[in-house]
């Protein structure tokens, strides 16, 4: 019992480190940055370069969706609604949780294999001695370019999608692109895109502090970079989809859309 006892006392007390982290976070995000050329750098290490990624993503999934849509709809003769299926499950959830999801796990394992170098080689040490603060240069600018790179991001993986989807299409019944997209953007309103695009700058925040707490208290050297890396992928995307679930019902209920 007493084991039992203390490991739920660490846990609580961890959760409550991290929250405290989160909040300092959170708050230092909303001033101005210190460090704009640090941020833009991050900016381009975490949402440029993962361009590629989202964009193949993003194709493949639309491609492999579209497909499955029409196998469901071909039974009911409903083949026509294709294109404003697809567009509607992308644009609201398919496309930003998945975005969310691949990069809970190139960054967040980033960011914490970074920070966590950082901190088992004194590196943060060596920053505070120099009178910088290693919290506004290390967490919160990673914290303002995953915010900032996530919607624009999902954007894209929402794009590649629906051009997947049309590639899956157009080999099969030869639909033209212009035909394919007017009847994917039809249906399409206010409450479909912007709501579903801009929750994703949560999924940001999500990846940036756990990456960066879990980084920043990094212990056991090089094994402990390792684990850090790993548990920052994990808990970013068990945090990110709990989260995703309340958006989601608050999204429904702010926007309940046609009855």
């Excluded at 050329?37 to 993003?58: C, D, H, K, M, N």
């Excluded at 999934?61 to 409903?78: D, E, P, Q, Y």
């Excluded at 083949?79 to 992308?90: D, S, V, Y």
Aim: hydrophobic share 50%; glycine share 12%; charged share 15%.
């Amino acid at each position: 019992m007493a084991l039992v006892s203390s490991g739920v006392t660490e846990w609580l007390a961890g959760v409550g480190d991290g929250a405290r982290f989160g909040a300092r976070a959170l708050t230092q995000s909303l001033r101005l940055p210190d460090e704009p050329a640090e941020t833009g750098r991050q900016l381009y290490e975490l949402g440029v370069r993962s361009v590629p990624l989202i964009a193949a993503a993003g194709f493949a999934v639309g491609i492999v969706l579209s497909m499955h849509t029409r196998a469901s709809l071909a039974r009911f003769g409903a083949e026509a609604l294709i294109p404003a299926g697809l567009a509607i499950a992308f644009i609201r959830e398919t496309g930003p949780l998945t975005a969310g999801l691949l990069l809970s796990g190139r960054i967040g394992a980033g960011i914490g294999a970074e920070l966590g170098a950082m901190k088992v080689t004194e590196q943060i040490d060596a920053l505070e001695a120099l009178a910088v603060d290693s919290f506004r240069y290390l967490v919160v600018t990673r914290v303002l370019a995953c915010v900032i790179a996530l919607p624009l991001l999902t954007t894209l993986m929402n794009f590649t999608g629906l051009l997947g989807g049309y590639t899956a299409e157009a080999a099969i019944t030869g639909i033209g692109f212009e035909a394919y997209f007017r009847q994917a953007f039809n249906p399409i309103d206010f409450a479909d895109l912007v709501p579903a695009t801009l929750k994703t700058m949560v999924f940001g925040f999500i990846i940036a502090t756990v990456s960066s707490y879990l980084g920043i208290n990094t212990t056991g050297g090089t094994e402990g970079v390792g684990r850090t890396a790993t548990k920052s992928v994990v808990m970013s995307s068990i945090l990110l989809i709990a989260t995703n679930v309340l958006l989601v019902r608050m999204i429904l209920f702010l926007f309940p859309g046609p009855e």
